[in-house]
Nanobody
Framework: QVQLVESGGGLVQPGGSLTLSCAASGKFFSLYTMGWYRQAPGKQRDLVAT???????NFADSVKGRFTISRDNAKNTGHLQMNNLKPEDTAVYYC??????????WGQGTQVTVSS
């Protein structure tokens, strides 16, 4: 089992940057695909980015070129670097760890608000 805790959310002006972090506890973190998802009020939870155990990455079209995902398996952490933020990026951001064998785990979420 994996426990995930997000941090780094907050209020930022349009065009600004934030880095979200996800701290994982539990075994075999390196074997999971790690992902970031977001959910705006009244909308479904959507994929933002994922990074596999082999460090292959995937991004939603809306964030390509602006967001970067990374992971440090030695420290059991993952990060989402968000640049050139837009008001439409406002949402609760969730960290996810997924493995077809080991399970599917979610953090509690961190709020990101982009507003002037």
């Amino acid at each position: 089992q994996v426990q995930l805790v997000e941090s780094g959310g907050g209020l930022v002006q349009p065009g600004g940057s934030l880095t979200l972090s996800c701290a994982a506890s539990g075994k075999f973190f390196s074997l999971y695909t790690m992902g970031w998802y977001r959910q705006a009020p009244g909308k479904q939870r959507d994929l933002v980015a994922t990074i596999t155990s082999g460090r292959s990455t995937n991004f939603a079209d809306s964030v390509k070129g602006r967001f970067t995902i990374s992971r440090d398996n030695a420290k059991n952490t993952g990060h989402l670097q968000m640049n050139n933020l837009k008001p439409e990026d406002t949402a609760v951001y969730y960290c996810n760890a997924f493995s077809t064998v080991l399970g599917d785990y979610w953090g509690q979420g961190t709020q990101v608000t982009v507003s002037s």
